[in-house]
């Protein structure tokens, strides 16, 4: 038996929900993983009258297609879709039988209206949390579009086509044979890269808004709930719905919630959003604010949106070190997710850059992977709580070193070796290793600001108590801000008082 008895229990509700017949196509061979797959395969169709498995060939060995009866759908699985794809697995189940994937109408539309053939690959780990949205949106979408197929392929179970590809970072996705993108893709992002996405004459006749929001993380919903819910006129426009959410895997801080884990906290937050009647646009990035009779945004695409009052809420990203070689090797050997990319290091030796809780976090997972973990901190003590060091220097395959300065990452077609210099005596060293993490803190993501509002030294949106900027009119909420702790339920409790100061000004003004 390869399922648990709990899972076969949520499983067995699930397949309940099946509406028509499922064929599963199986290619197999002799090895371990292709009896885990045949015994995974068997199993569920132990479960469920609706599910039948038949032998095929297929491109790849171990894998199986999930298919309606007599109509190829072009969802396939390369390696045992355990692990954080299960999920992926049993959506596919579902969505291939018949049920409705859960995409906005007008998104199913503009996936019906692709032309042309798009074969997708997605190289992922089993360990990697937001591998599955990215194989859930291309199975939904090849579920939709019969001139799509998608393939989900474990690298640990395809390892050579992971060394022949060099991928060194997950999800990967190929299209039609080509890099096609690496991280984290929704299908509005997808539906751009393919030339799909609404343009900015589909976006021209928006009437102003009372309160436009800026960012689509826990500040960014949360303010445009609390806007909504005075009645008036929300919209909300978010490059990537969810935020850094997205990339958190365990959430045990969520007041009132023991644990969550980030891509269910954002579902929650999005349909609490969508409940309100706020106007959502997705994969759409703002690039200048200005401020006339009304705020105006201009939006990558050249679209200009018009609003009485505006909320940003942009929150941050990855800090970059900014040494020679990071963005050289991005994805080829310099990450910033361990617990996406750690176990695409597996056996090797990797450094850590960064000696505050998240490096040091970093390291311990790592540690229990690759073969080696350097860390490296600029400053002469590592910065992180005393309990996360103990574990860290309790840990044989751990070296520290702290007052040192990171000069360069080094590589030819990928990472090969980092380069740094002892602060105190000034000396130069180097040492051999295939992967880098860098962990040295976030940046704000408030660049498109430049001159328009007040911002401090590290560009934070400088904000008074009622979230209101230099500008009048604009409030801003969350980690983009100076709020000294970025937090979820910080930027959720920001988002909120920032609409009620938007508010409060539109009835003032
Ligand atoms: C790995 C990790 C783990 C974490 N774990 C926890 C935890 O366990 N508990 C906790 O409380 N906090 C945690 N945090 C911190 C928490 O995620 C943040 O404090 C919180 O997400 C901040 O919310 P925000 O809405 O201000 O910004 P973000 O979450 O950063 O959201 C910003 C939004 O703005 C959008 N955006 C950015 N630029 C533009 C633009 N120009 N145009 C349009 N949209 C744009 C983004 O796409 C996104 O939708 C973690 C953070 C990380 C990175």
Request: contains cysteine; charged residues 25%; proline residues 4%.
């Amino acid at each position: 038996m390869i399922l648990d008895q709990e899972i076969k229990a949520q499983l067995d509700q699930y397949l309940q929900l099946m509406e028509n017949d499922v064929l599963l196509k199986v290619c197999v061979g002799s090895d371990d993983v292709s009896k885990d797959m045949l015994a995974l395969v068997n199993e569920l169709a132990s479960m469920s009258p609706k599910i039948t498995v038949e032998e095929a060939s297929l491109p790849r060995t171990p894998s199986f297609s999930v298919n309606r009866v007599g109509e190829d759908t072009g969802v396939t699985f390369a390696g045992v879709p355990l692990g954080h794809e299960f999920t992926s697995l049993v959506l596919a189940l579902l969505q291939v039988s018949g049920r409705a994937p859960k995409i906005e109408e007008s998104v199913v539309q503009q996936i019906r209206n692709i032309d042309g053939e798009y074969h997708f690959e997605t190289y992922v780990s089993l360990s990697c949390n937001i591998c599955p949205d990215v194989v859930q949106a291309l199975n939904a979408m090849s579920v939709l579009n019969p001139r799509i197929t998608h393939t989900m392929i474990d690298g640990g179970a395809f390892r050579n086509e992971i060394e022949d590809k060099d991928i060194m970072a997950v999800p990967t996705v190929y299209l039609n044979g080509e890099f096609f993108s690496s991280g984290r893709v929704t299908i509005e992002e997808i539906l751009a890269k393919l030339g799909s996405a609404p343009d900015a004459s589909q976006l021209a006749d928006r009437d102003p808004y009372d309160v436009l929001v800026i960012g689509g993380g826990p500040a960014g919903a949360s303010a445009a709930i609390y806007a909504a819910r005075k009645g008036i006129r929300t919209g909300i426009v978010a490059e990537r719905f969810g935020g850094q959410v997205l990339d958190t895997l365990g959430i045990e801080n969520f007041i009132s919630v023991k644990y969550t884990e980030g891509p269910t906290f954002v579902s929650h937050l999005e349909e609490h959003v969508k409940h309100y009647g706020i106007d959502i646009l997705k994969a759409q990035r703002a690039k200048r604010l200005e401020k006339k009779d009304l705020i105006e945004v201009e939006l990558e695409n050249g679209a200009v949106l018009k609003s009485k009052t505006l909320i940003i809420s942009t929150g941050a990203r990855w800090r970059n070190i900014g040494v020679p070689g990071e963005a050289e090797f991005k994805n080829k050997g310099v990450a910033y997710c361990p617990h996406c990319d750690g176990p695409l290091y597996q056996g090797k030796d990797v450094a850590v850059i960064g000696g505050g809780n998240s490096g040091i976090e970093a390291a311990i997972d790592l540690a229990g992977i690759v073969r080696h973990v350097t860390v490296l901190e600029f400053m002469p003590e590592l910065k992180a709580d005393a309990v996360l060091q103990k574990r860290l220097y309790s840990l044989p395959n751990v070296t520290v070193l702290t007052n040192v300065e990171t000069k360069e990452i080094t590589g030819t077609d990928k990472v090969d070796g980092i380069t740094y210099a002892d602060r105190a005596t000034g000396e130069v060293h180097h040492i051999e290793l295939q992967g880098v993490f860098v962990q040295i803190g976030l940046v704000p993501n408030t660049d498109w600001l430049e001159g328009a509002v007040e911002r401090n030294r590290v560009g934070e949106i400088i904000v008074d108590k009622r979230g209101a900027t230099s500008v009048p009119g604009v409030f801003a909420a969350g980690d983009c801000t100076d709020s000294p702790y970025k937090q979820i339920v910080i930027a959720l409790g920001s988002g909120a008082n920032a609409a009620l100061g938007a508010f409060d000004y539109l009835i003032r003004n």
